[in-house]
C-alpha cells in the first residue's frame, strides 16, 4: 500500500499563499482518484479537492477559485496551491488516495494557520 507523507503547512497571514505537497511512497501513476481533506478539531474531515488521473478536478464550494489541485505523477507528488487563504482555512490538511479512504488510513496531516 502506498504510503503518503504531506508537507507544506505553516502560519501565513490572511490573504497570503501556501503550496502543500504530498509525496508518495511509489509511482502514483495508476492512482485512479487522489484528494486533499482538512480538519479542525471538533469537526469531521471536509474533503477539499480531488483529482483524477486523467487531470479532473473537484473542489468544496469553499475553496473553489482560491486552491488548486495538481498532481505529477513523475515525481509521485501530488500538490494543492492555495491563495487568499482566509482565517476558516486553518486547518490540519491530509492527502489520501480514494482507497486509502475507504480504508480508514490517514497521515499525519500538516497544519496550516492562517492569522495576522
Known amino acids: 500500500q502506498v504510503q503518503l507523507v504531506e508537507s507544506g503547512g505553516g502560519l501565513v497571514h490572511p490573504g497570503g499563499s501556501l503550496r502543500l505537497s504530498c509525496a508518495a511512497s511509489?509511482?502514483?501513476?495508476?492512482?485512479?482518484?487522489m484528494g486533499w481533506y482538512r480538519q479542525t478539531p471538533g469537526k469531521q474531515r471536509e474533503l477539499v479537492a480531488q483529482i483524477t488521473s486523467g487531470g479532473i478536478t473537484n473542489y468544496a464550494d469553499s475553496v473553489k477559485g482560491r486552491f488548486t489541485i495538481s498532481r505529477d505523477n513523475a515525481k509521485n507528488t501530488m500538490y494543492l496551491q492555495m491563495n487568499s487563504l482566509k482565517p476558516e482555512d486553518t486547518a490540519v490538511y491530509y492527502c489520501?488516495?480514494?482507497?486509502?479512504?475507504?480504508?480508514?488510513?490517514w497521515g499525519q496531516g500538516t497544519q496550516v494557520t492562517v492569522s495576522s
Open positions: 489520501n488516495t480514494g482507497l486509502r479512504v475507504r480504508q480508514g488510513s
Open positions: 511509489r509511482s502514483i501513476f495508476s492512482i485512479n482518484i
